[in-house]
């Protein structure tokens, strides 16, 4: 958890630091930012894991079931799991891979990136693979992942992986930030900006499908990949008022997903009713797999955004862009 409000006063500057590593549930370790603004995120060094975006006000927007295990190798249920080098089943894999349960360390000499960054509040963390690793997923690879929060409250997540394999053999994956957002209730919430779009769905073997309706509406179970789709997809929570804004770069394919009532029941670790406050919607790479040759590198880039929904009215701001320009489609350098 972060700090107390109960800190002594003479700790009040330390409180206060826009990056602060301490311990989380069970002991593990994470690493608390801040803006000065009253915006803040934590980072779990087990999982390279957001499990928490609060906004100024210190209101939570991001889902985490009561009922999450923190304790490896359990993945945490909630947040922003990394699904690296899997999505899904979309391979011999784990389920969504393994860096989601693999213990991160922080990055203290990160490679420079593309466009300098003014943020204060942010985070470098770095995930190798182990002996282990190595024999279910024979490649070796560096994955740097930075976490920042903007002085306006915004969430960004920059992934950064490369092929340093010395065999000369290059390497696929697919990929997704499983993202979890925290909503009123699901029969209130819509999303757009994938209308028209071709999707996969889970539900019925991936058969492929064409979005029919204005916009994603909840009322049963819904387990989608949508394709080719556009940099900003909107989820609009009517009974908040509150917009959340997806951003993505590099990363074409969209997942959106609330299991409903009969498989909560079914998941150990999320409770009966949980579904109707949360929805996923994930910045994905999955139809397509990213192929990396040895040394290069691809980058895949989120930004999150809540914003009031009056301030857009059914419609997507079309003047803003992703921070740092977005990542083009082909973003392996």
């Known amino acids: 958890m ?3 409000a109960s800190t002594p006063a003479g700790d009040e500057r330390q409180e206060l630091a826009p990056v602060l590593q301490c311990k989380g549930v069970n002991d593990l370790d994470k690493v608390v930012l801040r803006e000065v603004r009253g915006s803040s995120a934590e980072v779990y060094l087990y999982g390279g894991h957001v499990t ?11 889902f985490v079931s009561n009922k999450a295990i923190f304790k490896p190798p359990k993945a945490i249920r909630g947040g922003i799991p990394i699904c690296f080098p899997q999505f ?5 894999l784990e389920q969504h891979g393994f860096a989601r349960n693999r213990v991160w360390t922080i990055d203290t000499d990160p490679p420079p990136f593309p466009v300098p960054t003014t ?13 282990e690793d190595l024999k279910i997923w024979p490649h070796s690879f560096e994955y740097r992942l930075r976490v920042a929060l903007s002085p306006g409250g915004d969430l960004m997540l920059t992934s950064r ?16 930030y499983h993202t979890y957002f925290k909503i009123s209730d699901i029969s209130e919430v819509r999303v757009e900006g994938l209308e028209t779009l071709d999707y996969l769905d889970n539900l019925q073997d991936r058969a492929r499908f064409t979005e029919q309706g204005d ?3 909840f009322e049963s179970e819904l387990d989608r990949i949508y394709l080719g789709t556009p940099s900003k997809i909107a989820i609009i929570d009517h009974e908040k008022k509150r917009t959340f804004v997806v951003r993505k770069g590099g990363l074409p394919d969209a997942v959106v997903w609330n299991p409903w009532d009969r498989k909560a029941k079914a998941m150990s670790d999320f409770g009966d009713d949980e579904y109707k406050r949360m929805v996923c919607v994930e910045a994905a790479a999955i139809e397509k797999p990213v192929t990396l040759k040895p040394g290069e590198e ?7 955004s809540a914003v009031p929904s009056s301030y857009y009215s059914g419609q997507l701001d079309p003047d803003r862009v992703i921070q740092d320009s977005s990542v083009p489609e082909d973003s392996i350098s």
Request: hydrophobic letters at 40%; proline letters at 2%; zero cysteines.
């Open 298 to 304: 691809w980058t895949g880039k989120l930004e999150l």
């Open 88 to 92: 899904s089943n979309f391979g011999n």
């Open 119 to 131: 943020n204060t509040a942010y985070i470098d963390l770095i995930l190798k693979p182990t002996e």
């Open 52 to 62: 928490s975006w609060k906004d100024e006000h210190g209101d939570e927007l991001l």
């Open 215 to 217: 916009a994603i509406v």
């Open 2 to 4: 972060s700090a107390s």
């Open 161 to 176: 992986i490369r092929n340093t394999n010395a065999d000369g053999k290059s390497f696929s994956f697919t990929f997704a």
